[in-house]
């Protein structure tokens, strides 16, 4: 079933913005950030007005509710991305920490100076610095898959690569360049060298139908705000052994069993990770987030995406010719809806302006991506990405709003 | 609500499409001082040679950005050469201060009437074109990257082992 746009529109109460004297808001920046539908808004109002306490310690008919809706969102997560049960589940304020709490939990406890980790050269910094932070700290060795010239994940040296390293860490899809990395392939490959393998799939579980069991990977992150979902809440997804065997990353409440003077004793996992307390009404959000994209159906979604950037590749390029040029795969089945674009030489800063004043909002930037934009040869792109409320409309204002940028700096 | 013709004046487009003084210098002699813009991965390269009668000798520019920092980079150049290093100086803080961005004392309180003043004695001439980035608060930075950067090489420049 194709998605009906113009009903989801409606669904999206800052689509009714106008900015710039009455310009309507065409949102093109859902790779950065989603907007929210009101289910989501009203669920966590719902929430603040009607059961908001602490969870995990009233006894208190609210506190209850509040940790029932809480344990609640984390079935719903569970479900979302094919995970056998909860108890692999852990909520981190977004997915930048989910992959330290990896690197500063797992990569401490068992990496060693010498010992390698297979990264991508498409990595956002998130899944970067970490691991250049534990470098720095332990010596360890780190290895890059690079990007082919047709801006694919180049596995031509992936058995070379993966031989004897202990974890590997890579990209569900680049969020510069759209391409999806062959997640499965890349498991097989890591657990044949004896390494554990983590997915960041940050722009992934919004946009398509995730089965972490399917993927077969240990451990998987992503944040809740570009799938729907409020700020200030992320997912770190890993096998219950794992989590069992982890340290704790960080200490405080919530996340022991026992605290004396002269010690203490985790708490049962995943609340071993949760230190403190933890972002309950953006899980309650979040919640709301999968019971809406739930409904949208994920295969509908995928479909949509495709098809919308399918048309945008060809609308721009009828257009503009030689002058657009795309930064990601050429055949739209093998991308996520992120259109990352050069335009006559006009810096992208200068287009995301004029586009702006069009009332079309882009990103324009490295995109936190500063060896892949290097290996592009350019400092920034400006980007268009799409989501489950844009249509054929919105790339046409974009379209329209280039013409605008090639008058003034062309 | 400022529209586009605030932000992108003729003069601007124009120090855009032809930059003067683009290039490079031998350094040394001259500084050679790199300034980044981390929002936007813009980068600028300020060559500056300052001669034995404490004036700008020669300044070049390279690197690449936005038609805001390239053109503010051009305009820098042009209305630094031969001028003294202090006279320089001025004109940063001037320049600054027409962005909006006050040097914070230690006390908390900011330089306005300082920087007021070398507002009024500095000449902006063409520079005054780029007074429009205000309304534009993230543009701030494109605008100020070449002028920190020439902050840098002129202390580069004169230091006393240089
Ligand atoms: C691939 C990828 N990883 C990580 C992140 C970081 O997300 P967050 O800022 O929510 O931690 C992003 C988004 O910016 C992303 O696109």
Redesign the pocket.
């Known amino acids: 079933m194709a998605l009906d746009v113009a009903r989801i529109k409606k669904d999206f109460p800052i689509l009714d913005v106008e900015v710039h004297g009455g310009k309507r808001l065409v949102y093109l920046d859902s790779?950065?950030?989603s907007q929210k539908p009101r289910a989501v808004l009203d669920a966590m109002d719902r929430y603040y007005e009607t059961t908001h306490a602490n969870i995990h310690r009233g006894v208190y008919s609210i506190a209850e509710e509040a940790t029932r809706l809480y344990e609640e969102s984390k079935t719903k997560v569970a479900r979302f991305i094919g995970a056998p049960s909860a108890r692999g589940v852990v909520y981190t304020?977004?997915?930048?920490?989910?992959?330290n709490l990896i690197v500063y939990s797992w990569g401490r406890a068992n990496l060693r100076e010498g010992d390698a980790v297979l990264l991508t050269e498409m990595?956002?910094?998130?899944?970067l610095v970490p691991w250049l932070i534990l470098k720095e700290e332990r010596g360890i060795e780190l290895r890059f898959l690079p990007m082919a010239d047709d801006f694919s994940l180049d596995l031509t040296d992936l058995d070379r690569l993966v031989d004897g390293v202990k974890f590997v860490s890579v990209?569900?899809?680049?969020?510069v360049l759209g391409t999806l990395t062959p997640v499965r392939r890349l498991a097989e490959a890591a657990h044949a060298a004896g390494a554990l393998i983590a997915v960041?799939?940050?722009?992934?579980v919004p946009h398509i139908s995730t089965d972490v069991v399917d993927l077969d990977c240990d451990f998987l992150?992503f944040?809740?705000?570009?799938m729907l979902g409020p700020?200030g809440i992320?997912v770190l997804w890993a096998r219950d052994e794992l989590l069992e065997e982890m340290p704790a990353f960080l200490g405080g409440g919530e996340m022991i069993r026992d605290v004396r003077l002269d010690g203490w004793t985790p708490n049962e996992i995943p609340w071993k990770f949760e230190a403190g307390t933890p972002p309950i009404a953006e899980a309650v959000g979040l919640s709301a987030a999968i019971d809406y994209l739930s409904a949208l159906d994920l295969e509908a979604v995928r479909e949509h995406e495709v098809s919308l950037t399918a048309y945008a590749m060809r609308s721009l390029t009828e257009r503009y010719g030689d002058d657009i040029t795309f930064y990601g795969p050429s055949e739209p089945s093998m991308r996520g809806g992120v259109l990352s674009i050069g335009f006559k030489g006009i810096h992208p800063h200068d287009i995301s302006q004029v586009l702006d004043e069009e009332g079309v909002c882009v990103r324009a930037g490295h995109?936190?991506?500063k060896p892949l934009m290097r290996k592009l040869g350019v400092s920034a792109t400006a980007r268009a990405s799409f989501y489950v409320y844009n249509d054929e409309a919105d790339v046409d204002a974009l379209a329209d709003g280039l013409e605008s940028t090639a008058r003034l700096f062309g | 609500m400022p529209g586009l013709e605030d932000l992108y004046r003729e003069i601007i487009l124009d120090h855009y499409r032809n930059p003067r003084n683009r290039g490079e210098l031998d350094a040394p002699p001259a500084a050679r001082v790199e300034g980044f813009n981390p929002l936007c991965g813009d980068e600028v390269v300020v060559y500056l040679l300052v001669g034995g009668d404490g004036r700008v000798a020669d300044i070049r520019i390279s690197g690449q950005g936005c038609s805001i920092s390239q053109s503010s980079a051009s305009m820098m150049s042009a209305s630094v050469k031969g001028k003294t290093v202090d006279e320089a100086r001025a004109l940063i803080r001037a320049f600054k201060g027409m962005m909006s961005i006050h040097e914070q004392r230690l006390d908390g309180s900011e330089d306005d009437a300082a920087d007021a003043a070398a507002q009024s004695e500095v000449k902006m001439g063409d520079l005054e074109a780029l007074q429009g980035v205000v309304k534009f608060p993230v543009r701030i930075k494109c605008a100020t990257l070449s002028w920190n950067t020439l902050a840098q090489a002129l202390d580069e420049a004169t230091a006393p082992n240089a």
């Open positions: 790779a950065s950030s304020k977004n997915v930048t920490e989910a992959i990595e956002h910094h998130a899944n990209t569900a899809m680049s969020n960041d799939a940050a722009q992934y992150g944040t809740g705000h570009k700020t992320g995109h936190c991506a």
